[in-house]
């Protein structure tokens, strides 16, 4: 190590207590480390001569107070209007199909604004109906993104035949 000619005698003093310093730490340490090594050593040895017993069950788990759960929100018209043109459809749909389906009877209803307004919502519906509430289910579909369906046209993860594409 090469040392600089413009140190003070404070700071020699600084540097030695620093050093003098991070070596107790480290043979600290290097205890720690030895004192784990004999720690598992012996373990081991009891382990292989059969003197180390299983763990029992342990401490009993607290019950947690389950919470009661949430009543769902009504569902909004765009909720409505998606649900039944598909069941009406009686096959799975896909985002597109939906919305030129859905794209009439909002205009009936007087929901409907702009189109971008219109796409946007009907995504916004379509996430929460398939996400939160599981009134609908998210089908893989070749193409992008996924098709529609009613739940109670699965069967078990798979899609009823009759509802296929």
């Known amino acids: 190590m090469k040392l600089s000619t413009k140190l003070t005698q404070e700071d020699v003093q600084d540097l030695l207590n620093d050093f003098r310093s991070e070596l107790r730490k480290l043979k600290v340490k290097s205890d720690h480390i030895r004192f784990q090594i004999r720690a598992l050593e012996n373990y081991s040895k009891d382990l292989k001569e059969g003197k180390v017993s ?6 009993p788990r607290k019950e947690s107070k389950k919470k009661a ?17 598909i069941k009406k459809e009686g096959k799975v749909l896909i985002n597109p199909e939906i919305y030129e389906r859905v ?51 699965m069967d078990g993860r798979k ?7």
Do not use: H
């Not at 929100?73 to 909720?79: E, I, N």
């Not at 899609?159 to 594409?165: A, I, S």
């Open 103 to 153: 794209k009439p009877k909002a205009k009936e209803v007087g929901i409907f604004t702009t189109d971008a307004k219109a796409r946007a919502k009907l995504n916004q519906c379509l996430i929460k109906l398939a996400n939160r509430r599981n009134d609908l289910v998210k089908v893989k579909y070749k193409g992008r993104g996924f098709a529609y369906a009613m739940p109670e046209w």
């Open 159 to 165: 899609l009823k035949k009759e509802y296929k594409r």
């Open 54 to 59: 299983q763990p029992g069950p342990g401490r």
């Open 69 to 85: 759960p949430r009543k769902p929100y009504p569902l909004s018209d765009w909720d409505k209007l998606i649900l039944e043109s």
